[in-house]
């Protein structure tokens, strides 16, 4: 994106169109006057800019790199920002970074220089809306546009000019578009904030590993990033829905995903005399068949815990029975509170499947991600930009996925949303996410732009009542 891909549209050219001046929360017009001002401006800046977002989206496809091993796409995103006049701020010990978007733009005195045009709501509330040291206002809202960077360990299947160029990686489950989607709506914003006020600040949070258990969102929330934020929003793509739609939904959006390992160890043996030993691959097969079922009578059906088994290892020779043996599998469940006692019933049920056996056990349960469970009042703002920027028709309500994202973890910290971004080419072929070959409508990455710009002054508007 060209340095001077914000700063063009401080002062536009008579000949461009130029949104209104914003409504005032409390004054004619209210939330929807304000929103649709917004959403006219976002539109007109994408116009201008979307050969350069799908050409930053390419790079970052071409140059895909795995879970906090994002160098190179952090700096790209990094580039960006400080071109566009914004101060990046690292992550400590990780790639990646967050970025805050105020009224005045990014200097601590122009926003500060900006108070007089905050809306009077905001104004009225008490809040402060003075910048801290770190470039955040104290009392003013904040809402988190969180973006994820990083690839998978797969080859890339697609015969476009923009493929991966690292052998064994490559960017398909559509980070790429996450990321450039919430570095325009930054940039958006940025120019926005330039000439129209912000009922608060934007931060933008460029977010590595999500694809590792459980998630580098636990890293950025250590490292204090959320502490002034009010609420969280995100997209993710979803190939099942055609480009220009959004899918939505109030409560749990993901389920939640964890690993479990499971080691039995005996003495080994002939398989000539399995009553002299401990047969480790028959008592290997009760776990593989019995403890899922065991499971499944253990647990509220409607939870819909499924335990599926993805690597099984033992021995090395037919006519020995060996000494250890290995279980390696993924446990989703719908609901958080199964997704807490899962372990335990877990741990508990194999011993008392293998006991039998004479098997020694070690069960390793790793957490990976909860549920991503949307808050009613943050999936009404997306439901109003949606509306406001592309009419209702483009909403659609979706079915609770069984896939895991990290983006849950900020979600039990503050309120927050997780979008479906339709990917799909109408009358173009279906691929699925983890796919070498999945080749999303670069179309989305304009739709994702206009929508998390309107979605987070949405919110902040709402946030300041």
């Known amino acids: 994106m060209s340095a001077d891909a914000a700063a063009d549209d401080v002062e536009p050219a008579e000949s461009a169109p130029r949104a209104r001046p914003a409504a005032r929360p409390g004054g004619p017009g209210g939330t929807a006057a304000r929103v649709a001002d917004l959403a006219g401006f976002v539109r007109d800046w994408c116009a201008r800019h979307e050969d350069e977002l799908v050409a930053f989206r390419r790079d970052l496809h071409m140059h895909p790199e795995l879970g906090r091993k994002e160098h190179r796409t952090a700096g790209r995103i990094a580039e960006r920002l400080t071109a566009a006049g914004l101060v990046p701020r690292p992550l400590p010990d990780i790639p990646g970074m967050w970025c805050d978007i105020a009224t005045g733009g990014p200097g601590d005195a122009a926003r500060t220089s900006r108070i007089a045009d905050l809306p009077d709501r905001l104004r009225r509330s008490g809040r402060n809306p003075v910048a801290d040291p770190a470039g955040t206002p104290t009392d003013a809202?904040?809402?988190?546009?969180?973006?994820?960077?990083?690839?998978?360990?797969?080859?890339?299947?697609?015969?476009?000019?923009?493929?991966?160029?690292?052998?064994?990686?490559?960017?398909?489950?559509?980070?790429?578009?996450?990321?450039?989607?919430?570095?325009?709506?930054?940039?958006?914003?940025?120019?926005?904030?330039?000439?129209?006020?912000?009922?608060?600040?934007?931060?933008?949070?460029?977010?590595?590993?999500?694809?590792?258990?459980?998630?580098?969102?636990?890293?950025?929330?250590?490292?204090?990033?959320?502490?002034?934020?009010?609420?969280?929003?995100?997209?993710?793509?979803?190939?099942?829905?055609?480009?220009?739609?959004?899918?939505?939904?109030?409560?749990?959006?993901?389920?939640?995903?964890?690993?479990?390992?499971?080691?039995?160890?005996?003495?080994?043996?002939?398989?000539?005399?399995?009553?002299?030993?401990?047969?480790l691959v028959y008592a290997m097969g009760a776990l593989i068949t019995q403890l899922p079922a065991a499971l499944n009578r253990r647990i509220d059906p409607r939870s819909a815990l499924a335990l599926v088994w993805g690597q099984v290892q033992a021995g090395s020779v037919p006519n020995a029975i060996p000494r250890t043996g290995q279980l390696r599998g993924t446990v989703r469940t719908l609901s958080r509170e199964t997704w807490e006692t899962a372990p335990e019933l877990i741990e508990q049920l194999a011993h008392q499947l293998v006991a039998p056996f004479g098997a020694d056990i070690l069960v390793d349960y790793r957490r990976g991600v909860p549920p991503v469970v949307n808050t009613a009042d943050m999936v009404d703002v997306f439901d109003a930009t949606?509306?406001?920027?592309?009419?209702?028709?483009?909403?659609?309500?979706?079915?609770?996925?069984?896939?895991?994202?990290?983006?849950g973890w900020y979600l039990t910290h503050v309120p927050g949303a997780l979008a479906r971004l339709g990917t799909r080419t109408p009358g173009g072929p279906v691929y699925d996410l983890h796919q070498g070959d999945y080749a999303p409508d670069e179309g989305a990455i304009v739709v994702g732009t206009r929508l998390l710009a309107g979605a987070a002054v949405e919110a902040l508007t709402r946030l300041a009542r």
């Not at 919430?182 to 129209?196: I, S």
Request: net charge negative; hydrophobic share 45%.
């Open 386 to 407: 949606v509306a406001a920027a592309f009419g209702h028709d483009a909403v659609a309500t979706v079915a609770q996925s069984l896939g895991g994202e990290d983006f």
């Open 141 to 279: 809202p904040v809402v988190m546009l969180r973006a994820d960077m990083d690839a998978l360990p797969l080859q890339d299947a697609k015969d476009v000019p923009y493929a991966s160029t690292i052998p064994g990686v490559c960017h398909a489950c559509g980070h790429d578009i996450h990321t450039t989607t919430v570095l325009g709506a930054g940039l958006a914003l940025a120019a926005y904030a330039r000439v129209y006020p912000l009922p608060g600040t934007v931060r933008l949070v460029f977010q590595p590993a999500e694809e590792t258990m459980p998630g580098g969102a636990l890293e950025v929330i250590d490292a204090g990033v959320l502490k002034p934020v009010d609420a969280a929003l995100t997209v993710h793509c979803d190939p099942a829905l055609e480009v220009g739609t959004i899918g939505l939904r109030p409560g749990p959006i993901t389920s939640a995903a964890d690993l479990v390992e499971i080691t039995l160890a005996g003495p080994g043996g002939h398989t000539s005399r399995p009553q002299n030993t401990v047969d």
